[in-house]
Structures are given as structure tokens and as C-alpha cells.
């Protein structure tokens, strides 16, 4: 018996070919720890990003200093990588605007060093 397999279109996932890394040590408010610059014109897919702290942390994700994710509180020394499909965050480059990632320690938290990493790629 000769069985069909469906169709199936495959949406390739961002590649990563750009990337930004950074670190600093939390405070109460949020501060960037990473941030990359689309080119103008150009829509920046985010393919990946990693967070880790040695304290516990709260990180967030922003495009041109608006909120475009939820707030995540990560446990001490736990990297923390999340991946993310084609368009998920699909940011337009005009040149001023950044995708950065923030981070602060929680309420009842205490200063820890953030190492944050940003992977994606232009089309």
C-alpha cells in the first residue's frame, strides 16, 4: 500500500547572522543590557535570545522603547534561551530604533551581573 504524505510548507526560522551581546549589574529599575540597530528599511527577525544571571533577574524585550514582551523572571544561574519563529518579532529598521533586551533584579531581589545575548537576521 502506497501511502501519500501530505503537503506541508515549511517556514524556514531566522538564521541568526546578526548579534549583540552585553552585561551589566541589575538594579531596581530596568536597564539595557543588549541592544542591536536594524538598518533602515530592513525588517529584523529575532531568531534566538539568552539571558543568565548569578542572582535572580526580570528581563523583558523592547522595539524602539516599547514594550513587546511579557516581563520573565529567571532563578539564579539558570541560562535561559528562547527561541522564536519566523515573525514573531519582526521589527522595521527606520536606523534610530533598537531591539533591546532590559533587565532589572526582582522586588526583594538583590544586584546580580546580566549577561543577555540577542541572535537574528535582516531581510
Known amino acids: 500500500m502506497v501511502r ?13 547572522g546578526k548579534r549583540a551581546k552585553g552585561s551589566l549589574t541589575t538594579g531596581a ?12 528599511g ?28 511579557i516581563e520573565v523572571i529567571l532563578s539564579a544561574n539558570t541560562p535561559f534561551p528562547d527561541w522564536f519563529a519566523w515573525n514573531a518579532y519582526s521589527c522595521l529598521g527606520d536606523g534610530a530604533k533598537t531591539f533591546a533586551i532590559q533587565a ?3 522586588t526583594g531581589g538583590s544586584a546580580g551581573t546580566c549577561f543577555a545575548e540577542i541572535h537574528g537576521e535582516e531581510q
Open 4 to 16: 501519500k504524505v501530505p503537503l506541508v510548507v515549511l517556514t524556514p526560522h531566522p538564521q541568526g
Open 29 to 40: 529599575a530596568y536597564a539595557t543590557v543588549c541592544s542591536l540597530t536594524p538598518v533602515t
Open 42 to 69: 530592513k525588517y529584523f527577525q529575532v531568531c534566538k535570545i539568552l539571558v543568565s544571571c548569578d542572582k535572580d533577574v526580570q528581563y523583558k524585550l523592547q522595539f524602539g522603547g516599547v514594550d513587546i514582551s
Open 104 to 106: 532589572k533584579y526582582p
